[in-house]
């Protein structure tokens, strides 16, 4: 899937994205755009630069929508994916962890990184690889969740 840079930046202006606020910029865009009330909230990875970073954006008739970063050529690896104003309504229902108030990242609702999220754990992966991590990609992959081995 690729980037829609026109689309991105149109709606970055039309939210007034802020810089590092990737997640609360996504949300914006579900919850305050009209036509994108439906469209998908994805947390995830980048590659930026070489840089491995999580991050948030929209996906929307098969095209990426970044508002934090409506430009570059970044990588993306979608993990969590939250659809429309329904399913972010429901996400920021799962308890957040003890140690934040905040309601993003989502990713953070499960287990220290998002390990715990086989579609987060898997963006994570596939992040790893992409950037030669191999050995990390490995660890990620050998996981298991407590949440899926208690009995």
């Known amino acids: 899937m690729d980037k829609d840079k026109v689309e991105s930046k149109r709606i970055c202006k039309l939210v007034r994205a802020k810089p590092q606020q990737c997640y609360y910029n996504a949300f914006r865009v579900i919850m305050e ?15 930026s630069g070489g840089l491995l970073i999580e991050h948030g954006w ?18 993306y690896f979608s993990g969590l994916r939250f ?45 790893y690889r992409h950037a030669g991590m191999e050995s990390l990609a490995r660890q990620y992959e050998e996981y298991e969740s407590p949440l899926t081995t208690a009995s």
């Open 58 to 75: 929209i996906e929307k008739d098969e095209a990426i929508i970044d508002p934090t970063l409506p430009l570059g050529d970044q990588v």
């Open 83 to 127: 659809i429309g104003r329904m399913g972010l309504a429901k996400a920021i229902k799962i308890p957040k962890p003890r140690h934040t108030r905040e309601d993003f990242p989502i990713f953070y609702r499960f287990g220290w990184g998002g390990i715990d999220s086989p579609e987060f754990r898997a963006a994570c992966v596939a992040a």
């Open 33 to 47: 755009v009209p036509e994108y009330a439906e469209a998908d909230y994805v947390e995830g990875m980048i590659s």
